[in-house]
């Protein structure tokens, strides 16, 4: 369905629904929540979710968070007349703190699927890359790949140790991995995989990236300097999710756009820079 720019991308129903939690799996730091939920549309690779628990949301000792968190959804199943939707979280403040600690059968409020997704360019040679929690979409996108006929992936991921990799291995990802400490992999950042195969300019690639700030900066930068396209998911802090408090815009070529409409996959060379203000990770 086409949104009022007229841009093709799944719609969320109105409002919050609940979704109860079908399974729980810790990767080292890292959590991942599985839910069901029986109200919305199948999202696409990038789209996100508002989140929060039904309890003790609002409450607390300094009553944080009084807001959903947006998360990136990692996978999609159907089962039956509803969707298995499996979100990947890392614990970093009161949010993802109360969404980390539900159990099974636990319930959530959720909505969405809201934002532009990837835009699969099917005629190059993907290339995939990942940094620390930012593997949840990337994981997404390469299960729509699997999905094509003929058309393979090259997966980099990046994470500070062999435990955040983890995650990695749990979704089946066939990627070159590259940890900080060298517990695993490369010893370095992820883009010291990508630059190499950049450089090399035996195929027409598009890159799609997502992870921290300087990490998208610096795919970005990479990108440019070999013309070469790239889709970069990005985040920065989201109060509504759906365009109605202005408190996501990023600034671009075309001015500031807000992130939970327009985004959060935006194109490299819309902007100056990946590394905008108030963005978490
Ligand atoms: C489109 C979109 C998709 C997202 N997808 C995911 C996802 O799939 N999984 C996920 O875990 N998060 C994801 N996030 C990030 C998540 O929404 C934020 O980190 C959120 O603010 C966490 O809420 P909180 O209440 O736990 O922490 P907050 O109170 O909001 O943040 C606590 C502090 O930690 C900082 N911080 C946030 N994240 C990190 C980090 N990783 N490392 C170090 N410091 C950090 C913040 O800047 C802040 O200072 C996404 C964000 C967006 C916009
Ligand atoms: S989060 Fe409210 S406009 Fe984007």
């Given at each position: 369905?086409?949104?009022?720019?007229?841009?093709?991308?799944?719609?969320?129903?109105?409002?919050?629904?609940?979704?109860?939690?079908?399974?729980?799996?810790?990767?080292?730091?890292?959590?991942?929540?599985?839910?069901?939920?029986?109200?919305?549309?199948?999202?696409?690779a990038?789209?996100?979710?508002?989140?929060?628990?039904?309890?003790?949301?609002?409450?607390?000792?300094d009553?944080?968070?009084?807001?959903?968190?947006?998360?990136s959804?990692?996978?999609?199943?159907?089962?039956?007349?509803g969707?298995?939707?499996?979100?990947?979280?890392?614990?970093?403040?009161?949010?993802?703190?109360?969404?980390?600690?539900?159990a099974?059968?636990?319930?959530?409020?959720?909505a969405?699927?809201?934002?532009?997704?990837?835009?699969?360019?099917a005629?190059?040679?993907p290339?995939?890359?990942?940094?620390?929690?930012?593997?949840?979409?990337?994981?997404?996108?390469?299960?729509?790949?699997?999905?094509?006929?003929?058309?393979?992936?090259?997966?980099?991921?990046?994470?500070?140790?062999?435990?955040?990799?983890?995650?990695?291995?749990?979704?089946?990802?066939?990627?070159?991995?590259?940890?900080?400490?060298?517990?695993s992999?490369?010893r370095?950042?992820?883009?010291?995989?990508?630059?190499?195969?950049?450089?090399?300019?035996?195929?027409?690639?598009?890159?799609?990236?997502?992870?921290p700030?300087?990490m998208?900066?610096?795919?970005?930068?990479?990108?440019?300097?070999?013309?070469?396209?790239?889709?970069?998911?990005?985040?920065?802090?989201?109060?509504?999710?759906?365009?109605?408090?202005?408190g996501?815009?990023?600034?671009?070529?075309?001015?500031?756009?807000?992130?939970?409409?327009?985004?959060p996959?935006?194109?490299?060379?819309?902007l100056d820079?990946?590394?905008?203000?108030?963005?978490g990770?």
């Open positions: 369905m086409s949104d009022a720019l007229g841009i093709e991308r799944p719609q969320a129903p109105f409002g919050r629904r609940v979704a109860a939690v079908t399974a729980r799996i810790e990767h080292g730091p890292y959590v991942s929540l599985t839910v069901r939920d029986s109200g919305g549309p199948r999202p696409i990038g789209q996100f979710y508002m989140l929060q628990t039904v309890e003790d949301w609002g409450g607390g000792v009553g944080r968070p009084y807001l959903p968190r947006a998360l959804f990692a996978r999609v199943e159907q089962e039956g007349d969707l298995l939707l499996d979100f990947l979280l890392e614990d970093v403040g009161p949010g993802t703190h109360r969404i980390t600690e539900l099974v059968n636990d319930e959530m409020l959720i969405g699927p809201f934002g532009n997704g990837f835009e699969l360019n005629a190059s040679w290339i995939l890359v990942a940094g620390g929690i930012g593997l949840a979409p990337i994981v997404a996108l390469d299960d729509e790949i699997r999905d094509l006929d003929g058309v393979r992936a090259t997966i980099f991921v990046g994470m500070r140790t062999n435990e955040h990799a983890s995650a990695a291995a749990h979704y089946g990802l066939e990627h070159e991995l590259a940890t900080e400490d060298g517990s992999g490369v370095g950042y992820v883009t010291e995989l990508l630059a190499p195969l950049l450089s090399a300019k035996n195929a027409d690639h598009v890159v799609y990236a997502c992870g700030p300087p998208l900066e610096a795919v970005r930068s990479i990108c440019a300097e070999h013309e070469i396209s790239c889709q970069l998911a990005m985040e920065s802090g989201m109060a509504c999710g759906f365009g109605a408090c202005f996501c815009v990023v600034p671009t070529h075309d001015g500031y756009t807000r992130l939970c409409v327009d985004g996959v935006l194109d490299g060379d819309k820079t990946a590394l905008v203000a108030g963005a990770h």
